[in-house]
């Protein structure tokens, strides 16, 4: 099993819109909808942002919104903030009832 | 609130195991799945394996069989073990809570632990 594919860095300006892709296959991504994302700052936890494709936990802001559409998800973060830069991995449960995490994406607020 | 707490010997021996416990407050570790994922220096995270809450395990095919987790309810702690380690097993090691809401979402860890540094040298 492969890790899921994700760009290693993207960047955006403050206030603007961007999205992180997360490639994978039939036997993950496209299986269900139990892919998630999380941001990580270095030093820190990881902090669950996105569940179940497109739901927020409690206290996750509305600037997060995911989707997926066959075997590639998104994360979209919109009206960036200086604090949104840090680390992005998406997570797929597989069909072998174990889970993948992407490689991981490196955002950068400009 | 579930809270996690990592421990273990910061510093492991080539060939021996590495065993990490995973302390849990708020609630009783048997309420809920559990999992534990690692972070090696400078790369992204990796999924280790599943304790699931009826005391069964999935662990992670990569790890080749040197994986062990269990769940002690009398502690109320979860374990990590690995194996003839190497290495390739130098990492920060967490410990998490599976999201469980109606029914349990199985790649959201919604509670995580503030993670343990493993470092793998004679």
């Known amino acids: 099993q492969s890790a899921l594919t994700q760009p290693a860095s993207v960047s955006g300006s403050l206030g603007q819109s961007i999205t992180i892709s997360c490639s994978g296959t039939?036997?993950?991504?496209?299986?269900?909808?139990?892919l998630s994302w999380y941001q990580h700052h270095p030093g820190k936890a990881p902090k669950l942002i996105i569940y179940?494709?497109?739901n927020r936990p409690s206290g996750i802001s509305n600037r997060f919104s995911g989707s997926k559409s066959g075997n590639t998800a998104s994360l979209t973060i919109s009206g960036l903030q200086a604090e949104d830069e840090a680390d992005y991995y998406c997570?797929?449960?597989?069909?072998?009832?174990?889970?993948?995490f992407g490689g991981g994406t490196k955002l950068t607020v400009l | 609130q579930v809270q996690l707490r990592e421990s273990g010997p910061g510093l492991v021996k080539p060939s021996e195991t590495l065993s990490l416990s995973c302390s849990v407050s708020g609630d009783f570790v048997d309420t809920y799945s559990w999992t534990w994922i690692r972070q090696p220096a400078g790369k992204g995270l990796e999924w280790i394996g599943y304790?699931?809450?009826?005391?069964?395990?999935k662990y992670n095919p990569s790890l080749r069989g040197r994986v062990a987790m269990s769940v002690d309810t009398s502690q109320n702690q979860l374990s990590l073990k690995v194996t003839s380690v190497t290495a390739a097993d130098t990492a920060i090691y967490y410990c998490a809570k599976v999201l469980s809401t109606g029914w349990t979402r199985w790649a959201a860890f919604d509670v995580w632990g503030q993670g343990t540094m493993v470092t793998v040298s004679s």
């Open positions: 997570t797929s449960y597989t069909t072998y009832s174990t889970v993948l």
């Open positions: 039939d036997s993950d991504v496209g299986a269900n909808d139990y």
């Open positions: 179940d494709v497109r």
């Open positions: 304790s699931y809450i009826n005391g069964d395990t």
